[in-house]
């Protein structure tokens, strides 16, 4: 099968799949993966951290990021430009202050833009990964092209429901691998 098409159908079938948890199972599964992501070992390591901001039903952030934040961390979330077809990741001070996107998605409106290279950590969503660290998102190509230009040392942690993780994902040379996936039930290595 094509590589488009296989996408196509890995989005379809995870997609549906995400829509039918309850709003109930999303929030305590969100809360064991938010816990287990401040628990990482390699987030002590990190001065910034390059996070998102929940939508529909990924994983709930919200609590994740209002740790990062109390804890002292360089907190930056990102901004898209669909009329350029680009992404940034902007400081972020208070969670009161983000705002509806251009994708409806909340984002920061204030604070200093954060160069690729300055994030020494992500929590990255999208609608599928696999256990090789290969990501499926929304098809758009934001995050692979904001990560092409991210430091090389740079931790990418894949954040998910256990539901999410698939046994191969097609990819082709511009998809950008995880390091690790957290979900409810584990951490895996993909290094």
Do not use: W
């Not at 300055?118 to 499926?136: H, K, M, S, T, Y």
């Amino acid at each position: 099968m094509d590589i488009k098409l296989s996408k196509k159908a890995y989005r379809q079938k995870y997609g549906e799949e995400i829509k039918k948890l309850s709003p109930e199972v999303v929030d305590q599964k969100s809360s064991i993966i938010c816990h287990r992501a401040l628990t990482f070992p390699l987030l002590s390591e990190a001065k910034t951290v390059g996070a998102y901001v929940s939508f529909r039903n990924e994983v709930k952030t919200y609590d994740l990021l209002n740790h990062l934040l109390r804890r002292g961390f360089y907190l930056t979330l990102p901004v898209v430009n669909t009329l350029e077809h680009t992404m940034e990741f902007r400081e972020i001070e208070k969670l009161q202050d983000l705002l509806p996107g251009a994708l409806g998605i909340k984002e920061p409106k204030t604070g200093c833009y954060c160069h690729p290279e300055e994030i020494e950590l992500f929590f990255i969503p999208g609608v599928a990964f696999d256990f090789q660290g290969n990501r499926l998102g929304r098809g758009a190509g934001y995050y692979d092209h904001y990560l092409s230009r991210a430091r090389p040392d740079a931790i990418k942690v894949g954040i998910a429901f256990q539901l999410q993780l698939a046994p191969k994902l097609s990819v082709n040379e511009n998809d950008i691998k995880m390091d690790y996936i957290i979900t409810e039930d584990q951490i895996i290595d993909c290094c």
